[in-house]
């Protein structure tokens, strides 16, 4: 089992920026793949951004090129997704997710361990 806890979420003015993190703990996390998705209120859950367990791939929404950037720091436990140039659509629960595979992927439903998210709001 992987436990994750996301934080750094907040409210900000558009342009500006946040960086949330992931905090992983149970099994050894850098061998598995991480992912970050978003939900909008009435809206689905959507595909974010993904890195591989060894930060060699990493894969972004179209939306989201560009101003997004997710690392890992495996030494830490950790993941981040560095968010610049926010918009008020950006606006919505941020979720880490991780997969028990070390291969990165843009699947929802292919990710096994999931947080419980974290509210960005983004002012216009």
């Known amino acids: 089992q992987v ?3 996301e934080s750094g979420g907040g409210l900000v003015q558009t342009g500006g920026s946040l960086r949330l993190s992931c905090a992983a703990s149970g099994r050894t996390f850098s061998s598995n793949a991480m992912g970050w998705f978003r939900q909008a ?4 859950r959507e595909f974010v951004a ?3 367990w060894s930060s060699g791939i990493t894969y972004y929404a179209d939306s989201v090129k560009g ?3 997710i690392s890992r720091s495996n030494a830490k436990n950790t993941g981040y997704l560095q968010m610049n140039s926010l918009k008020p659509e950006d606006t919505a629960v941020y979720f880490c997710a991780a997969r028990k ?3 990165a992927t843009m699947v929802l439903r292919e990710y096994d361990y999931w947080g419980h ?3 960005v709001t983004v002012s216009s």
Not at 41 to 44: H, V
């Open 3 to 5: 436990q994750l806890v």
């Open 41 to 44: 209120p009435g809206k689905e």
């Open 50 to 52: 993904s890195i591989s």
């Open 67 to 69: 101003r997004f950037t």
């Open 101 to 103: 595979s070390g291969m």
């Open 117 to 119: 998210g974290t509210q």
